[in-house]
């Protein structure tokens, strides 16, 4: 049997841990002894730095909105856009709520309101209540998840629908529109997922991926492989035995008495848990996974069921996430406990598992969580951590150095150009919006800082700070201009 101290970090609420809502936890009695205590020590440290971080909201971001969530959550997805209007776009969000089984564990279909670029005004992003649940995120549609819901991800093709993994071996299919609204009390029967992949041998929890090329879906576990499936083998079954079946309108996921299917192939090449996966942006046969032996593995299902290219030593502690260059597809990023970051070059990696990262981003201060690659920006992406932060990088200004003088320890590190500080407790998962790409929803599960629920923001920094300079100064220059014509003349 495993020492506790041997077993992979689980990343966001541990199992077996107390899982409360904000409602239950505001209940509680203020003397609940010294665990209750602690926390108020760590929250009141975090509070100090929050303070200091919401005064310069107005400078810092275009737009922000504070979310709380009564339950965790430990996956955040943006969905299709629903609707279009002159200042705003309403888009669908995906969320969970992880519960004490008081209620069911839920996947939320959200619509989120979200503003554009240059609307909304200084003073009203500056006023939000962190304790209040934002008008911009409304609750358009419950399902209730059979288990909780560790990860989800959405199918490019259609973003209606969405793959989750949850504390099972299978991966479960949902077709959003298509699933009937529940309501989530104690008791009520679970939604029946419209697929069943099955294939892994042990839980699949968190490593989870669907290809941008063809309906594939990737998936990691316990049992330390990787495996694949298509989607369109499920539509194959079911094209002889009913071509005129009723489905939803547009939809590639189809009724069938027994909704599953095996797998394309299973790939065995760690020696621990998958933690996360991904596939390459140009091939749905290539595609890349890490785990807790702390290896980087390259895959090619065109050539069989064994690495392609291994690097062992990837990192100095468990991968916890890995992400793939929708721009230059021999560029992968991985996160890790050991707290860093790190961006690896594919050419420069060999079959015997030699290989050097290109670069070791260093600035969080407990394990990285989740890596994303900016879908506007080849050289930008995102970190987010454990320490309640989320980083954001671009490679390209590593090298660039403005003077001479001697760096002191407050100076950021090179590469890092914004620091989202605005969640108080671990941030386990953060999304882009690829339809308003500097626009990211992040969430934080709060047990630590406050002992229970979670925080989703949905924000953009200003664009002051990721435009060309020569722009943004010539932006500037403009404005002065008209201050000084606008300016009263002084009488001589």
């Not at 390459?280 to 890349?288: G, I, K, L, R, V």
Request: charged share 25%.
């Amino acid at each position: 049997m495993e020492t506790p101290s041997s077993q992979p970090k689980r990343r966001g609420r541990p199992k077996g841990s107390s899982t409360k809502s904000k409602e239950e936890r505001e209940k509680e009695p203020h003397s609940t002894g010294r665990m209750r205590g602690s926390i108020d020590k760590r929250a009141a440290a975090v509070d100090e730095k929050y303070v200091q971080w919401k005064s310069l909201v107005p400078v810092l971001y275009d737009w922000f909105a504070n979310h709380n969530l009564v339950w965790p959550s430990l996956s955040c997805r943006w969905g299709p856009i629903v609707e279009q209007g002159s200042l705003k776009n309403r888009q669908r969000l995906y969320l969970s709520e992880q519960t004490d089984k008081s209620v069911p564990n839920t996947l939320i279909i959200a619509n989120c309101d979200v503003v554009k670029p240059r609307v909304a005004a200084e003073n009203h992003i500056a006023n939000f209540n962190e304790e209040a649940r934002s008008p911009f995120v409304k609750k358009y549609k419950t399902i209730i998840h059979p288990g909780e819901v560790n990860r989800i991800r959405e199918l490019p093709q259609n973003k209606n629908i969405v793959a989750t993994h949850t504390d099972g071996p299978e991966v479960l299919i949902w077709d959003i529109e298509a699933q009937p609204n529940k309501h989530a009390v104690y008791g009520a029967a679970a939604s029946r997922p419209d697929l069943v992949l099955s294939g892994h041998q042990d839980n699949a929890e968190f490593a989870l991926a669907l290809c941008p090329m063809e309906p594939f879906v990737l998936s990691g576990g316990k049992d330390k492989t990787v495996v694949l499936w298509s989607i369109q083998d499920h539509i194959s079954t079911l094209a002889a035995d009913a071509p005129k079946s009723a489905g939803s309108g547009g939809s590639i996921i189809k009724s069938a008495d027994n909704p599953s299917i095996g797998p394309r192939g299973i790939f065995q090449g760690h020696e621990d848990t998958v933690e996360d996966v991904q596939f390459c942006p140009s091939s749905s046969q290539e595609f890349c996974s890490v785990g807790d032996d702390s290896c980087l593995i390259l895959w090619d299902a065109r050539v069989g069921n064994n690495p392609v290219v291994k690097v062992e030593k990837a990192h100095d502690a468990d991968l916890h996430c890995v992400d793939w260059n929708p721009h230059n597809d021999n560029l992968i990023i991985t996160g890790s406990a050991d707290n860093s970051v790190r961006l690896f070059d594919r050419r420069n990696l060999t079959s015997d598992g030699v290989g050097s990262p290109v670069h070791v981003f260093e600035h969080h201060t407990a394990a990285v969580l989740c890596v994303q690659w900016c879908p506007d920006r080849s050289s930008v992406f995102g970190s987010s951590a454990e320490d309640g932060l989320l980083n954001i990088w671009d490679y390209e200004k590593v090298g660039e150095t403005k003077n001479t003088e001697a760096k002191s320890e407050d100076d950021p590190p090179p590469g890092l150009f914004f620091q989202h500080a605005g969640h108080r407790d671990k941030i386990v998962d953060f999304h882009w919006n690829a339809s308003d790409p500097w626009t990211i929803v992040s969430v934080s599960d709060d047990l630590e800082t406050s002992g229970g629920g979670g925080t989703l923001q949905i924000w953009r920094m200003t664009d002051m700070l990721y435009r060309p300079e020569e722009e943004v100064l010539a932006e500037m220059q403009q404005f002065k201009d008209h201050v000084s014509k606008c300016a009263p003349k002084s009488k001589r």
